[in-house]
């Protein structure tokens, strides 16, 4: 496949995932994944296997029922900004297999959060939800200036907060300017605190819990600032970090590696491996983490879960290897969570720290 149609070719792909969609199949798809050894509970959520569909895939929440027939256990809709916006002129996604790798510059083309609400809201009264977790990824519009981040992430948050169950504040996408300036931790402070505003008051409001936070961080960051985003995340509350957001670094020079945007898939594995294990050891553990990048078989899964991520999500890997993807990076942690001897997957997370 050529540098362009890279976006194309994907909007296909999702098509031919409604395929599960066909009652009794669907049953039948999602009894192939079901393993007692990879659920979880976290952050008050249930989750039938860990593997989730990262944020990006599906940006506007149109295949929310079907995700889970491939053999998602969780996903992450969005990034959703609360103005809307077309992104940036296409092509904006690119392509290399010889490094199994996306190149993406996308800017958060979405809805924005009105219009989102008014879809999430018709698909809930049409029964046509997952029964699987949904979460919502948060991104900020362009034209919102960075001293102003705060409203724009917690006004999307307040319109949608019905439709989710947990939120991912995304302060990580290399594709709108200065975004990831709002890492730093008093910028961070400003938007979490928001947002766990909106979260009280939404839960006061209308009875029910309040919904986990977690950030998006970049793998790009030094180790130092990556304890300093930890840190604020603990004292705010914040129910995790999802690490990691794609790169702005590159393997190799030449073609389509010298398109600008954030780079995802194989390349990406070894850094975000790293980050999570600096989480994990900065924090004792304390903070669930997700972790993102370059998970494409049961190896790089376990090498994840191994550094101490609980759950995981993939993007690139269901473009390279397919929907049967799911499936052999679930079955393959069965086997290794019997390997190793451990009953369930919450006592593998973070093993490598104590080996
Ligand atoms: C086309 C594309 C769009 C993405 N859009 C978002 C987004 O809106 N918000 C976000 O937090 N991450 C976004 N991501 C990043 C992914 O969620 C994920 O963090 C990254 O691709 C690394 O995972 P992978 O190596 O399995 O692809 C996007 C990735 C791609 C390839």
Same mark, same amino acid.
């Given at each position: 496949?050529?540098?362009?149609?890279?976006?194309?070719?994907?909007?296909?792909?999702?098509?031919?995932?409604?395929?599960?969609?066909?009652?009794?199949?669907?049953?039948?798809?999602?009894?192939?994944?079901?393993?007692?050894?990879?659920?979880?509970?976290? &952050? $008050?959520?249930?989750?039938?296997?860990?593997?989730? #569909? @990262? *944020?990006?895939?599906? +940006?506007?929440? %149109?295949?929310?029922?079907?995700?889970?027939?491939?053999?998602?256990?969780?996903?992450?809709?969005?990034?959703?900004?609360?103005?809307?916006?077309?992104?940036?002129?296409?092509?904006?996604?690119?392509?290399?297999?010889?490094?199994?790798?996306?190149?993406?510059? &996308? $800017?958060?083309?979405?809805?924005?959060?009105?219009? #989102? @609400? *008014?879809?999430?809201? +018709?698909?809930? %009264?049409?029964?046509?939800?997952?029964?699987?977790?949904?979460?919502?990824?948060?991104?900020?519009?362009?034209?919102?200036?960075?001293?102003?981040?705060?409203?724009?992430?917690?006004?999307?948050?307040?319109?949608?907060?019905?439709?989710?169950?947990?939120?991912?504040?995304?302060?990580?996408?290399?594709?709108?300017?200065?975004?990831?300036?709002?890492?730093?931790?008093?910028?961070?402070?400003?938007?979490?605190?928001?947002?766990?505003?909106?979260?009280?008051?939404?839960?006061?409001?209308?009875?029910?819990?309040?919904?986990?936070?977690?950030?998006?961080?970049?793998?790009?960051?030094?180790?130092?600032?990556?304890?300093?985003?930890?840190?604020?995340?603990?004292?705010?509350?914040?129910?995790?970090?999802?690490?990691?957001?794609?790169?702005?670094?590159?393997?190799?020079?030449?073609?389509?590696?010298?398109?600008?945007?954030?780079?995802?898939?194989?390349?990406?594995?070894?850094?975000?491996?790293?980050?999570?294990?600096?989480?994990?050891?900065?924090?004792?553990?304390?903070?669930?983490?997700?972790?993102?990048?370059?998970?494409?078989?049961?190896?790089?899964?376990?090498?994840?879960?191994?550094?101490?991520?609980?759950?995981?999500?993939?993007?690139?890997?269901?473009?390279?290897?397919?929907?049967?993807?799911?499936?052999?990076?679930?079955?393959?942690?069965?086997?290794?969570?019997?390997?190793?001897?451990?009953?369930?997957?919450?006592?593998?997370?973070?093993?490598?720290?104590?080996?």
């Amino acid at each position: 496949m050529g540098l362009f149609g890279s976006e194309t070719l994907h909007s296909i792909s999702l098509k031919n995932i409604r395929i599960g969609s066909l009652p009794g199949l669907r049953a039948l798809l999602r009894g192939m994944y079901r393993s007692p050894a990879v659920q979880s509970e976290i &952050m $008050g959520l249930s989750f039938e296997n860990p593997v989730g #569909m @990262a *944020a990006g895939m599906d +940006k506007k929440g %149109s295949n929310i029922s079907n995700w889970e027939n491939v053999g998602f256990g969780w996903i992450e809709i969005g990034g959703v900004t609360f103005h809307p916006q077309d992104g940036n002129p296409k092509p904006r996604m690119f392509r290399s297999g010889k490094h199994s790798a996306l190149i993406n510059r &996308m $800017g958060f083309n979405n809805p924005g959060s009105e219009a #989102m @609400a *008014a879809h999430l809201a +018709k698909l809930k %009264s049409k029964a046509k939800w997952a029964s699987i977790p949904v979460g919502i990824n948060l991104g900020k519009s362009k034209n919102t200036p960075n001293d102003e981040a705060d409203m724009d992430y917690a006004g999307t948050m307040e319109r949608l907060w019905d439709f989710a169950d947990l939120f991912v504040v995304n302060v990580s996408s290399p594709n709108t300017p200065n975004l990831r300036e709002l890492q730093a931790g008093s910028e961070l402070d400003r938007i979490l605190t928001a947002c766990n505003d909106v979260n009280q008051r939404l839960a006061k409001d209308t009875g029910a819990k309040q919904k986990p936070i977690l950030v998006k961080i970049s793998p790009d960051l030094a180790d130092d600032q990556i304890k300093v985003i930890a840190d604020t995340a603990l004292s705010l509350n914040c129910s995790g970090i999802v690490a990691t957001n794609t790169t702005t670094s590159r393997p190799a020079e030449g073609g389509v590696m010298n398109q600008t945007g954030g780079l995802s898939g194989s390349p990406l594995r070894a850094r975000s491996t790293e980050v999570v294990r600096v989480l994990y050891a900065h924090t004792d553990g304390k903070l669930p983490i997700v972790g993102v990048g370059g998970i494409s078989d049961v190896e790089s899964a376990w090498e994840k879960i191994a550094a101490g991520a609980s759950l995981l999500q993939l993007y690139s890997a269901l473009v390279f290897e397919g929907p049967g993807v799911m499936k052999i990076i679930n079955k393959g942690l069965n086997r290794k969570l019997k390997e190793h001897g451990y009953k369930s997957l919450s006592e593998a997370v973070g093993h490598a720290h104590r080996s």
